[in-house]
């Protein structure tokens, strides 16, 4: 469902530094009631009061809630009360409200409301109601905290469903008060939380959810969209799937027969995979729409065949009608990208966001994973929203879920050289070249496409200076060589520029930074709260190699430095002979998780690293 976003190597190692302990807001009352008129209607009842100190905590208070044309806000009021006790009334009116890919969803629609006080503390209060109809597949979840340092001071959320309606629920984080009550009229579930502390914002921290209290539920039968169905377990939710997916008409005959001139000379079936990924590339664009926003059903294959767009599941849906044309099995996947794991014992369509499409691949004896949202993703490349992460393949026979294969974290890694060739006034030309492996090569998928400027932020990131005359990056890249389960991708970069400043002259010594390209990482100075967790392992080297001009002798070099811990590996050395300075220096992270008590060591560990990467190289005047 969400797109596959490009993020740089780099940022794994520039993370964000972490927020103190103290409270930006608390929730005062968060009371949430779901009814469950019939299988197709019901409605949500919502009254939530949030107290915010200071800005940093507005994201507590603000409102967001998706509509549709079966999911309708049918009532809204509001007030802040300001420091000064008045009451500033919120209503219908100062919403806003966008439409969700206009043209394509069904009436998709996002109304929010962003508070802005004139001061601090301020309390926010919303009440309202969303009315249901059309069915549903899981019932509203309920999840009091979405931001950290933010406690809770009281939270219900009752579900009142029709006498005998079989229901299952699902609780994950801290454990609120659970009541059943059984009537003549309602079956009501209830559940109330009290002084909850919330949890503190840190980075490298475990996933928020199991720090904060979530209740999922969902009926055991619904109905939605008119196709009813069961949940008891994955194999009904696929056949409820697979009920959606047989709705759709198909392609149109345009389509057909332009898959069949596309595919009908080429004699294996990878290479017509290959042949329809590169036309999905060319023909479609990704647009976002939420699973149960858009609805669970993709819009139909004419649709993105007329337009070019689809969500994840019109453009699954439609590359796998493009396969089956041509003789192709293929099946359609739901999967969390948030979590890699499904909840234990809970099969629900609730818990996925994302679908791609899995191809078995009877030739090469693999299973091909194809992310059809964005299909300059290297065919079979399984990105960091997919690998590890639990699936749920919807086969003709039934579900099936299955684990999409995880990569060594050996094969993450970046090599950068970078020749610099220093003149005597300061100046330097600089030539790099970089090969990145693995998910290190995430940021370059898709480099193509982007603008000049965000090509050239790319190609720069990190680097300490302005650039000047920045020649164009060469890429090369085995993107489309995929052969079997063991490829992973590579793609090599090549660029050079000039910095006109790279040394700066003090008196006689002139002081240059010994690697052009920063690598930080930030710790917090503050008493660590949550274990830290290294969820991915990476290696990024650098090799740097200066000429300095006839005239100039070294005064200084960095120290070296060799660092062998748990949680990762560092070393830098450099060295001088002739007129060349040589300097590399060798990051690696390792996966672990380490008690907040030990971080002080792993504080340690980043600062002496810090250091290194930023230091620098003293030439002075030969004598």
Known sequence: MRRFLLCSVFLLMAVLPALSGEKHASVLR?????????????????????VVYSKKGLDAAVFVEYTSKNDVLSSFSGFMKLPSGQLVKIGKKDLTTVSIASGIAEDGFMTAYMPSPPSYPVTVTYEYTIQQKGGFVVFPVYCPITTGNTDLREGRFTLSVPPGTVIRSHEVGPAGKKTVEKGAKSDTYSWSFSAFDGYVEESYMPSVFGLVPVIYSSPDEFVFDGFPGRQDSWKDIAEWQQDLLKSDPGLPDRAKEKVRTLTEDIPDDLGKIRALYKYLREKTRYVSIQLGIGGFKPFPASTVDRTGFGDCKALSNYMRLMLSEVGIESWYTALSTRSEDFMPGYPSMGQTDHVILTVPLKETKDTLFIECTNPSVP????????????????????????????????????????SVKLSEDGSAHLEVSQKNSGRNVEPWIGYDALSKEAKRSLITMGLNAQPQNLAPARIRDNYDSYDGRDWYPECEIGFSFDILTYGQWNGSRMMLAGNPFSKRMEAQRSERVNPLVIKSGTSIVDEVFIDIPDGLEVESMPASVAMDVQWGFFSSESSFSGNRITIRQEVILKPCTLPAGEYGQFRDFVRSMNRSYSSHIVLRKAE
């Open 30 to 50: 968060d009371d949430e009631t779901f009814t469950m008129q019939s299988l197709e209607k019901g409605v949500l009842t919502v009254t939530r009061s949030v």
């Open 379 to 418: 065919l079979g490349y399984r990105h960091e929203d997919i690998a590890g992460h639990e699936l749920l393949l919807i086969r003709p026979e039934g579900g099936e879920t299955i684990r999409a294969r995880s990569y060594p974290d050996t094969i993450a890694r970046t090599v950068t050289v970078t």
